[in-house]
């Protein structure tokens, strides 16, 4: 078997090292020193490019509870609604709710009244998808979706669907975090 040759190595600035077959070693040192040449001037040092980071787009971000919980809420669109049920077949307002943060890993109680007061109060202005906004007087309850719009189980006949949300239908609006 014949001795494998050592391959010649270039350097281009900005681009890092590239290694060629050892009969391009003679022109290469040529070109890298008009690369430096081109890069530092004379008696200088090439410059250093910055470093830039580049977030991974398919890396597994945390996902809140709110955003856990309207995605299984987008779920059960077109799910019925029925008063007192709680899923996973037909709902209540509140019953969504609960239903959709459960599977979240949150457990929340059962009545629009008390939804009402948990998590963190949020004005109409900051509310994100995902929030829990109380209407009707505190007797209504539904997650927000983004866009203006309410993601409820509205009353009987109307099954789970979306509405659309203004700042005089608030009460409350409560972010869980």
Same mark, same amino acid.
């Given at each position: 078997?014949?001795?494998?040759?050592?391959?010649?190595?270039?350097?281009?600035?900005?681009?890092g090292n590239?290694?060629?077959?050892?009969?391009?070693?003679?022109?290469?040192?040529?070109?890298?020193?008009?690369?430096?040449?081109?890069?530092?001037?004379?008696?200088?040092?090439?410059?250093?490019?910055?470093?830039?980071?580049?977030?991974?787009?398919?890396?597994?971000?945390?996902?809140?509870?709110?955003?856990?919980?309207?995605?299984?809420?987008?779920?059960?669109?077109?799910?019925?609604?029925?008063?007192?049920? !709680? &899923?996973?077949?037909?709902?209540?307002?509140? #019953?969504?709710?609960?239903?959709? =943060?459960?599977?979240? /890993?949150?457990? *929340?109680?059962?009545?629009?009244?008390?939804?009402?007061?948990?998590?963190?109060?949020?004005?109409?202005?900051?509310?994100? !998808? &995902?929030?829990?906004?109380?209407?009707?007087? #505190?007797?209504?309850?539904?997650? =927000?979706?983004?866009? /203006?719009?309410? *993601?409820?189980?509205?009353?009987?006949?109307t099954p789970?669907?979306?509405?659309?949300?203004?700042?005089d239908d608030?009460?409350?609006?409560?972010?869980?975090?």
């Open positions: 078997m014949p001795a494998l040759s050592q391959a010649a190595t270039i350097n281009i600035p900005g681009l590239f290694d060629l077959p050892p009969e391009l070693e003679q022109p290469a040192q040529q070109v890298e020193k008009q690369l430096q040449a081109m890069v530092a001037p004379q008696g200088q040092a090439a410059p250093q490019l910055p470093s830039v980071e580049f977030e991974n787009p398919f890396s597994q971000q945390q996902q809140s509870p709110g955003n856990i919980a309207l995605d299984a809420a987008r779920g059960k669109v077109g799910a019925q609604y029925n008063w007192g049920a !709680a &899923g996973p077949a037909s709902f209540d307002c509140s #019953g969504l709710v609960q239903w959709a =943060y459960r599977q979240a /890993g949150v457990e *929340l109680p059962r009545t629009s009244f008390e939804q009402s007061h948990v998590g963190a109060p949020v004005s109409f202005d900051n509310l994100q !998808a &995902g929030d829990i906004v109380i209407t009707n007087g #505190g007797g209504h309850v539904g997650i =927000y979706a983004g866009n /203006g719009q309410l *993601l409820n189980a509205v009353q009987s006949g789970v669907s979306y509405t659309q949300l203004s700042a608030i009460v409350t609006a409560r972010r869980i975090v």
